[in-house]
């Protein structure tokens, strides 16, 4: 069996994607910044969580050393402003996946599989873009490392931070207020994503997989306004209607998410986010996605066939 570094592994993807690597065997190790962060995953008994600094390249080379491949899912949604993006982007999208990058190819470890975002682009409308694309380029330009790039639409699950906040919010609030309302997504299980990088990572057809690039999504396509009235309906808001919507044109949109950045515990929307939304968050059809073969996710999970069991509805 394999001995494989997920970076990122306490967070939502990570959490199961680390899980399925250890039920089919494999020694996993989950660097992290605050062990207790990880601590749901210390019960799995194939899995070593490391409490380190990710950020520092020698200590990326002392996680790589002996192990045969890596996973990168780290990522953060906001950060301060920059040109072209501001530090906290820089050091998560752009600097960690250099550095891994070159860590992997120093310790023998040629095998990345880099979790990234649908529209990511050096050129893209957002900082969250712009770093997402420039991380992508750094793995690309790497010689010597066999790299795999998976571009996710916005990811569902239990415990998601996207569907579960949209039911929470309506269950305190009279009316939603949205920006960017009918701006399009193609919503993915995060179990078909977790699917995926496990394919791509030890499945029988993962060398198929290497320097390609992924976008998933899932089998249909919602504006925000229709996955924010489900989550209402499926949370049992207002007798399963969910509450009233009011699209806000871009000038109030982007007042309210200025107001939203200064929230303690981290804005519910940004500025950048908007910017982010520019672009329909949905495959393009020209990349292969996620009913690729040699992923191993045929009939992807649609919304309706999950969401509704965890929140709350059923």
């Known amino acids: 069996m394999s001995d494989i570094v997920v970076f990122g592994g306490a967070g939502f993807i990570g959490t199961h994607l680390v899980a399925r690597l250890s039920a089919l065997g494999h020694r996993v190790r989950v660097p992290t910044r605050h062990r207790e962060r990880a601590r749901h995953l210390l019960p799995l008994p194939t899995v070593e ?6 950020f520092d390249a020698a200590t990326l080379e002392r996680l790589l050393r002996d192990q045969q491949a890596a996973a990168n899912l780290v990522g953060v949604l906001h950060g301060r402003r920059g040109v072209p993006y501001g530090p906290e982007f820089a050091r998560a999208h752009q600097r960690l996946p250099a550095n891994l990058a070159q860590a992997c190819v120093s310790s023998g ?35 010597g490392l066999s790299w795999t790039i998976l571009r996710p639409s916005v990811v569902f699950g239990a415990g998601d931070s ?33 699917s995926a990088l496990t394919a791509a990572l030890v499945g029988a057809d993962a060398p198929r997989t290497v320097g390609r690039i992924y976008e998933l999504g899932g089998p249909h396509e919602y504006t925000l306004a229709e996955l924010v009235r489900l989550a209402g ?22 007042l309210l998410a ?37 992923l191993g996710v045929p009939r992807p999970r649609c919304v309706e066939a999950v969401a509704p069991d965890y929140l709350g509805a059923r």
């Open 162 to 194: 996207f569907l579960t906040t949209f039911a929470a919010l309506q269950r305190m609030l009279p009316l939603m207020m949205l920006g960017g309302a009918r701006q399009r997504f193609a919503p993915v299980w995060v179990g078909d994503v977790a």
């Open 258 to 294: 200025a107001l939203l950045e200064h929230l303690p515990g981290g804005p519910l929307m940004s500025r950048d986010n908007l910017d982010s939304m520019r672009e329909p968050n949905v495959p393009g059809g020209v990349l292969p996605g996620l009913s690729a073969p040699e």
């Open 109 to 143: 470890v040629p095998r990345l599989v880099h979790v990234s975002a649908l529209g990511a682009d050096s050129a893209g409308a957002s900082m969250y873009l712009r770093s997402k694309g420039d991380g992508e380029a750094a793995l690309r330009e790497q010689p």
């Open 233 to 254: 309906a499926w949370a049992g808001v207002a007798q399963g209607r969910g509450r009233p919507q009011l699209a806000l044109p871009d000038g109030a949109a982007r």
């Open 49 to 54: 969580v490391v409490e380190v600094d990710t």
